[in-house]
C-alpha cells in the first residue's frame, strides 16, 4: 500500500507542476481534467502524510519506552502509543476505501428515467411517488434537475418520466438506484381495501459528451411535433418537441420541455448519447465480467431491488439483504441510508476481489 501511496503523490506532485504551466489552459477540456485528477488526488496525499506522521510517532514513542528508565513517564508513553496505534488503523481503514478504483462514470451528471411497470393505473402514481422521492432527495443534495419529457397516468402519476440530474458525484450516487421498485399497498383505485402489487422501473444513466460516443447522424431520425401540456396551453401551437430514432439500435428519445426546437434537439441527443453508451457499457462488463461476483449490480433494469411495503411500513432493499422501518420518510426522499449501505457493500465486493 505505501508503494502506491508514494506513486499517488508522485503523480499529484507531477499534475501539480502541470497545471501552473503557462500553456495549461490552451486546451481547456485538458485542464479541467487535469483539475479533477489534482482534487482527487489531493485528498488521498493529504491522508497519506497524516498517516506517514502517524507512523513516525508510532516508532519515536517505541524507542522511547524501550529507552526509557522513568517508569512515570513510560506509562504516559505506552497510553500516546495505544492512541497513535488507534488513528493508524483508522488511517489505514480510510486510505484502502480511498484506493479502490473508482467508475470513472461517477463524478458525471446523470440521466434519470422512471416508468411504470406492471399494476395498471397504481403503477403509474406509485412512478409518480418514486419520482418525488428522488426530486426531493435531489433538492437535498443541492443538485439541479431539468424535466426532458413526461407521459402522465391516467389516474395521477407518470407512465414516464425523463430528467437530467446535474451536480458532484451525482452518477456515483444514483446509480444503485437502477432496477424494478416494486410497491404493496392499497391503491387509491381499490375499493375492497385489498393489498396489490405494483412495480416501476428506473434506470440512471451517466451523461456523456460527444468525445465518449460519436453519432452518426446519417443513422439518427428526427421528427418534430406539438408539444403537449396541461390545460391547452400555448405549447401546443408549435412544431418544437423533437423525437430521435436511432435506426441501428431502434432506440427512440424524445424531449418538448423547452419552446425552442434546437434545445429540444440537444438535450434530446444527449439522452440518446447516454443510453447508447449504456448498451456498450453493458457489452464491456459482460467480456470482462466485471459484474459476475459483485453482490451489487446496479445497471440491470430488469433486476427487483427494493420493495416499499406500506402496511408493515417498511422497505427493504433485496441485493444486500437491507430493512427500514421508515417508510413516510423514505417516501420524503431520505434515500440515502440504503446508497451509502450500498456503496459499502460494493466497496467490501472491490476490496476482496483486489486481494484475490
Not at 481534467?33 to 513516525?56: P, Q, T
Not at 451528471?109 to 435531489?138: C, H, P, W
Amino acid at each position: 500500500m505505501l508503494d502506491k501511496l508514494a506513486a499517488i503523490k508522485d503523480r499529484f506532485e507531477d499534475v501539480s507542476q502541470l497545471i501552473v504551466q503557462p500553456d495549461a489552459m490552451a486546451d481547456m477540456k485538458n485542464y479541467a481534467k487535469l483539475n479533477k485528477e489534482y482534487k482527487d488526488l489531493e485528498k488521498i496525499v493529504i491522508k497519506y502524510e497524516e498517516y506517514l506522521e502517524v507512523l513516525e510517532n508510532v516508532k519515536n514513542t517505541k524507542q522511547i519506552i524501550d529507552q526509557e528508565k522513568d517508569q512515570d513517564f513510560r506509562a504516559m508513553a505506552k497510553e500516546e502509543l495505544e492512541d497513535f496505534l488507534k488513528r493508524q488503523s483508522a488511517l489505514e481503514s480510510d486510505l484502502k476505501q480511498m484506493l479502490i478504483p473508482k467508475d470513472p462514470n461517477d463524478s458525471k451528471n446523470s440521466i434519470l428515467e422512471v416508468r411504470a411497470g406492471t399494476g395498471g393505473d397504481e403503477a403509474a402514481i406509485f412512478a409518480g411517488d418514486l419520482f418525488k422521492m428522488y426530486q426531493r432527495f435531489i433538492d437535498k443534495q443541492g443538485w439541479k434537475m431539468t424535466i426532458h419529457d413526461l407521459t402522465m397516468g391516467t389516474s395521477g402519476g407518470y407512465k414516464e418520466i425523463i430528467a437530467t440530474v446535474s451536480g458532484e458525484d451525482v452518477y456515483g450516487m444514483l446509480k444503485f438506484e437502477s432496477g424494478v421498485h416494486r410497491v404493496q399497498r392499497v391503491p387509491q383505485t381499490e375499493t375492497q381495501g385489498r393489498v396489490h402489487t405494483s412495480a416501476a422501473s428506473v434506470a440512471v444513466l451517466p451523461e456523456v459528451d460527444e468525445v465518449e460516443v460519436e453519432l452518426n447522424m446519417n443513422e439518427i431520425r428526427k421528427d418534430t411535433f406539438c408539444s403537449s401540456g396541461p390545460g391547452g396551453q400555448s405549447v401546443n401551437t408549435t412544431y418544437s418537441a423533437v423525437r430521435l430514432t436511432h435506426e441501428p439500435t431502434g432506440i427512440v428519445v424524445s424531449c418538448q420541455d423547452e419552446k425552442s426546437q434546437i434545445k429540444n434537439f440537444e438535450k434530446a441527443l444527449r439522452v440518446l448519447r447516454s443510453r447508447i453508451y449504456e448498451i456498450e457499457l453493458a457489452k464491456q462488463n459482460e467480456e470482462i465480467g466485471a459484474q459476475r461476483k459483485s453482490m451489487v449490480k446496479t445497471g440491470d433494469r430488469s433486476e427487483k431491488i427494493r420493495t416499499y411495503n406500506y402496511p408493515q411500513g417498511r422497505v427493504t432493499d433485496h441485493r444486500i439483504g437491507y430493512s427500514v422501518q421508515n417508510l413516510p420518510q423514505v417516501m420524503q426522499g431520505d434515500i440515502g441510508d440504503f446508497i451509502e449501505q450500498l456503496r459499502i457493500a460494493e466497496n467490501a465486493t472491490k476490496l476482496k476481489d483486489g486481494t484475490e
